[in-house]
């Protein structure tokens, strides 16, 4: 059974960082590309960062810059840095692999990231 466990969230002032970590199991994970989605209250969930397993990275224009995702296959993990955030950036934040216009695996738990001051 495949499963993602996200953390790392919480509430940070705007200009803050924080670093979102999600572990993966149930999948052979240094194959599949990942990637970290959001979702605002009233909103969609959207792909916000990618990463293939070659490591290729790509960005939603709304992040592009402040974001950066990194994995660490021997962990099975993926990483979201999230640097210079801003009130919008302020959603559940979820990881899965991306498969065309959503994702493969259901959904974990997310982690919900504050962005207030």
């Known amino acids: 059974q495949v499963q993602f466990v996200e953390s790392g969230g919480g509430l940070v002032q705007p200009g803050g960082s924080l670093r979102l970590s999600c572990a993966a199991s149930g999948i052979i994970f240094s194959r599949y590309a990942m990637g970290w989605y959001r979702q605002a209250p009233g909103k969609e969930r959207e792909l916000v960062a990618a990463?293939?397993?070659?490591?290729?990275?790509n960005y939603a224009d709304s992040v592009k810059g402040r974001f950066i995702i990194f994995r660490d296959n021997a962990k099975n993990a993926v990483y979201l840095q999230m640097n210079s955030l801003k009130p919008e950036d302020t959603a559940v934040y979820y990881c899965?692999?991306?498969?065309?216009?959503?994702?493969?695996?259901?959904w974990g738990q997310g982690t919900l990231v504050t962005v207030s001051s």
């Open positions: 990463i293939t397993s070659g490591g290729t990275t």
């Open positions: 899965n692999s991306p498969f065309g216009p959503t994702a493969r695996y259901a």
